[in-house]
């Protein structure tokens, strides 16, 4: 089992730039495959990014791609998401997921965060 705390959220204009964490608890971190969701007001929660094991293998929603850099480092049990060229529109909650399997985590992983709010003004 796998817990997962995110930081890093806040307030920045559009076009600024954000890093959120992600500090994973335990001793098997590199076996799990990662990933960031994001849920914004009366939306559905949806898939941003995803990293595998040894960070072989990364994939990006297409609203993300180009602006948004997942990244882990598993000797600190820590994931990263860099985002770039914030928009209005990536204004939600972000959340840490993770999985045992790299299919599973693109969708519905087992584990996931608490949340940390990210807020784009215009």
């Known amino acids: 089992q796998v817990q997962l705390v995110e930081s890093g959220g806040g307030l920045v204009q559009a076009g600024g730039s954000l890093r959120l964490s992600c500090a994973a608890s335990?001793?098997?971190?590199?076996?799990?495959?990662m990933g960031w969701f994001r849920q914004a007001p009366g939306k559905e929660r949806e898939f941003v990014a995803a990293?595998?094991?040894?960070?072989?293998?990364?994939d990006y929603a297409d609203s993300v791609k180009g602006r948004f850099t997942i990244s882990r480092d598993n000797r600190k049990n820590m994931m990263y998401l860099q985002m770039n060229s914030l928009k209005p529109g990536d204004t939600a909650v972000y959340y840490c997921?993770?999985?045992?399997?790299?299919?599973?985590?693109?969708?519905?992983?087992?584990?996931w965060g608490q949340g940390t709010q990210v807020t784009v003004s215009s």
């Open positions: 997921a993770a999985d045992r399997s790299y299919t599973i985590v693109l969708h519905s992983p087992d584990y």
């Open positions: 335990g001793r098997t971190f590199s076996s799990y495959a």
């Open positions: 990293i595998s094991y040894s960070s072989g293998r990364t």
